[in-house]
């Protein structure tokens, strides 16, 4: 069954530095997202994108995140200037419509030291 | 704006019995879509069942149904036949429909053990 893959599954790095999320999405999905997850803490909605821009993000997403689709395949989230509160649970999503069921990445553990 | 609000942050369930789980959500909408996802340790989420706000039926995906009361606000799941399987964390999430890409709205969760 087609899965949403997300690398590292951890990812450790110190503040003030450049992080690369990775995500693969399903292969014939056309809508992608980003969310995060602080520690105990609800799953909150980064931003979504759609034929190579973003459709809508939230107040979270700001000037240090970015997303890109960079080849056919892959789905990036970056964020430039990383700050300890930064530090959560980052899961990718894909769907294949616009209000299609969400198909969701077993998620990258940031930690900002 | 919608909100979700799981209020038992853990419960346990014996293998075989049924159990609960509770959510509610406020909204000025009258038309979305309302969402259990199951996440199992260390594992992705994976849908366990949806719900049409405009259809007065309650979804049943096998041994897993909803109470949907919409007046009240309220999507519950109920979970027959408790499996050890069914151990995880369940989210409630709300997606108002028609508004580009359409973001999923959650609740904070609700950590499942199943006991043997």
């Known amino acids: 069954e087609p899965e949403v893959t997300q690398t590292p599954s951890h990812q450790v790095t110190q503040m003030g530095q450049e992080v690369i999320l990775r995500c693969v999405p399903i292969?014939?999905?056309?809508?992608f997202y980003w969310y995060r997850q602080i520690l105990g803490q609800k799953v909150e909605f980064l931003v979504s994108?759609?034929?190579?821009?973003?459709?809508?993000k939230s107040e979270i997403f700001d000037d240090q995140f970015s997303v890109e689709r960079p080849d056919g395949s892959n789905f990036t989230l970056k964020i430039r200037s990383t700050k300890l509160e930064d530090s959560a649970m980052y899961f990718c999503?894909?769907?294949?419509?616009?209000?299609?069921?969400?198909?969701f990445g077993a998620g990258t553990r940031l930690s900002v030291l | 704006a919608q909100t979700v609000t799981q209020s038992q942050p853990e419960m346990s369930v014996q293998e075989a019995e049924t159990v609960t789980l509770s959510c509610t959500y406020d909204?000025?909408?009258?038309?979305?879509?309302l969402f259990w996802y199951k996440q199992p340790p260390s594992r992705q989420m994976i849908l366990v069942i949806r719900?049409?706000?405009?259809?007065?039926q309650n979804a049943t995906e096998n041994r897993f149904s909803v109470n949907f009361q919409k007046a009240a606000k309220s999507f519950s799941l109920k979970i027959s036949d408790s499996q050890l399987g069914d151990t995880a964390m369940y989210f409630c999430?709300?997606?108002?429909?028609?508004?580009?890409?359409?973001?999923?709205?959650f609740g904070k969760g609700t950590r499942l053990s199943v006991i043997a």
């Open positions: 999503a894909s769907s294949e419509a616009e209000e299609g069921i969400q198909y």
């Open positions: 292969s014939n999905h056309l809508y």
């Open positions: 994108f759609y034929n190579n821009e973003i459709s809508e």
């Open positions: 909204t000025s909408e009258s038309n979305y879509y």
């Open positions: 719900q049409e706000a405009y259809k007065q």
């Open positions: 999430a709300f997606m108002k429909p028609y508004s580009g890409n359409t973001p999923l709205v």
